[in-house]
Nanobody, 125 residues
């Protein structure tokens, strides 16, 4: 059973950077599409970034500031020039992907079967 654990969140000032990590256990991530989502207080969960199994496809909400990367056991979210509106709990997620869809990743939460517990990111001066 795949388990995901996020880390790297914290309290930062506007303009700072953070790198979130999501470490997998129980299975390699090689056969999973991966994604980051976030939920701000009082708001719906929204997509941040996803990456396909092949690593050739990514969808990123704000590619000028955010970058997603991965290896066999960890998914990373590099966030630069953070804004107060980036304040949220950030979750990583994984979706077991059939071989025919290795170039696909989804920005829809319902497509992901495995979730971490979340890490808080607070951007405030």
């Amino acid at each position: 059973q795949l388990q995901l654990v996020e880390s790297g969140g914290g309290l930062v000032q506007p303009g700072d950077s953070l790198r979130l990590s999501c470490v997998a256990s129980g299975s390699s991530l090689d056969a999973y599409a991966v994604a980051w989502f976030r939920r701000a207080p009082g708001k719906e969960r929204e997509d941040v970034a996803c990456m396909s199994v092949s690593r050739l496809t990514t969808h990123i909400r704000d590619s000028s500031r955010f970058t997603i990367s991965r290896d066999s056991s960890t998914v990373f979210l590099q966030m630069n020039t953070l804004l107060p509106e980036d304040t949220a709990v950030y979750y990583c997620a994984a979706d077991a992907t059939p071989a025919a869809m290795i170039h696909y990743c989804s920005d829809a939460p319902y497509e992901y079967d495995y979730w971490g517990q979340g890490t808080q990111v607070t951007v405030s001066s």
